[in-house]
């Protein structure tokens, strides 16, 4: 298709979803000043030319915009919608807010003082405010073309995660009921939240948006070619990219633009690390999700290959013999459970579960990539989004993937059954699976050999590692490295004095993208493919000597408690546990744990270039190694395990609320630990420890005067 026929047919079909002519006059929205909301608001996109911008934020990337409300006539009614619900349920003072949701009302209702009913549903009432998502999205868009005025408020990742809670798959396009609402009607809430304001202070309003905000602006400047700058494209690949993530799939119009695109030669590339998609390839990023949300829509059926599995995770060997398989799984602990079996690229996986598991609320999982990064990366370096759940809702269930990857059954929390599970698997591969206690080296060994797929897994009874082939073959002593592991989860028990709460293992998996960070906490925790990622299962005996500060860390965020971690503390308690682990895990002292950062020299000028510069206290979280500096002062002055001690004598009726409280609970345990006054050293480093603790603790010994040093 040539880029004039491709145009052609872009613009025949997006004009379908316009449908009424003359566009009416901009409404008369308030202008100046700004809105503002409890968190961070979600992406509206105007989608007809029926639909105005109201208010602006920045996205995530810090040079693109989005409206985060917007408004939008349909039918003989009208709408306005809001990114996320606290716009209309705040009763606190921000800025403009109210003003602006009373003319929301009076101008969705067409006339002054209309009568307002506050529900999901429809009810006898001019205007309709729906706070969340409307329960029958037909029945409110019927209401809407009638005549009536709804006013809505939602937040579409706070519906995702409470969906993936509930192990029900999450993907927007299909499933989200607030855009088979405001899809139609030409208003789209868009997937992660808008990072702040282009002007500063709230949402400002009146916001002169550029041109390619709009996806109907930035789909015909795509088609024929033509940007005015780089800054209008990457605008306009922002907003393709957003909109066809959250699009209904039979959005009339829109989704024909997206399938008319999608089979275009533009749309061709693939994402690679050598070759990422960035904005230039908006066409090819496009596709990739239009094909995404094709294969979420029924992740049941049998599907092609995407292109872009051969990238990640990888594609299977050509002709490999795939047999029926029967595994055993024990369920009585929640999350995901490895079947040692793979679902290669395209194939339809039948899985047979015994009567009674069915409806039990389990999933199958195909895939461990966690990490979608649709919205939330520039650059692409494989497919955003690779993984499929789907619900064990009778007794034979497929599933397909066209990534392909690890097959796993899901336990939701609540959801354990006592006896083993045996699920009769067809379609699949076996896959190097190293079990530590039951697979031996030479097994092992034998296993990467002859592996079919591309991906391995290594598990011992606390931790999971998921990583590529190529980086397995590195793997020589799986026994050395998985003891080492199954050790060291047990250290993260014994620092808290308590049993994991997720009660099963913690999983890594290591990819060639993730979402977030260098490596990032969560279930599985996402790592790299590199010396900090998979090489911190490659070799038991640097591991014993180094330690894994970055798999530590972040296998210590998902262990973190708010008890003990006040505001501008999440990057230092953090590190409480790679202190701990690499002291007990390879005999280091905590200031030798991380080289340089850990040092006493480092600690001391630190210290020093805080104080020349005033002391401001949230200065001392800047550089969490500056904070961490007083809880290193304090092993060195009370031993290695004094802040075990402390975090040990926290018990659940501990709730402290305030920073204040929180700060002053733990000066008075550790001064209870180590046996000082650790109270009054805390409130020199300007920690805000209250009077009442003050004074608890003065009945202890003065505390070292090595912690105060160079204060
Ligand atoms: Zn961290």
Redesign the pocket.
Known sequence: MTLAALSFFIFAAVKTAGGQSPAPAVPDFPTSGAIECAGAPAPVLCLSDHSWPIAAGWNTDGRTVSPVAACAEYGKGRVVVFGHPDFLTTTAPRRDTKKVVDWAIEWAGGKPKPKVARSTRVEHADVIVVVGEPEDPKEMLKFVKAGGGVVMGALPWAWKQFRERGGLNSNLAVNYPGNRFLAPAGLLLCDMSVAGNPAGGGNTLGFAFPECSSPLKAIFKAAKGKFASEAEKEQAARALVQAVDALPPDTPGWSKAFANLAKSPLASKLPSPAKPLGPDDWASRCAIVFRKNLWQSDPSAKIDPDPAAAVYPGPCKSGAKSAPEVVTIDASTPRWHSTGLYAPPGAQILVETPAGIEKKGFGVRVGTTADDLTASKGEWMRAPLVTVTVPLDARKTTVASPFGGFIYLVVPGGHEVRTPVKLRVSGALKAPHFVLGKTTNAEWGAMVKAAVVPQVELESKGLVVTMPLKAARAVKDPEGVMKFWAKAMEWYDEFLGEMNPAQSAERVCCDVQISL?YL??GYPVMAPIDAAGAGAFENPAKLKKEGAWGIF??LG?NRQKAAWTWNGM??VS?NFFSLYLTGKMCGLKARDAFGENTSKAHGERVVADWVRSGRNYDALYRDPFLALEFFLRLIDAYGEDVIAKTLRSYTASDNPGTDEEKVSLFAEKASKAANANIAAAMKAWGFPVSAAALSRSSSYPAAEQQIVKGL
């Open positions: 960070g990032h906490s860390h972040e965020h999440g990057e953090v």
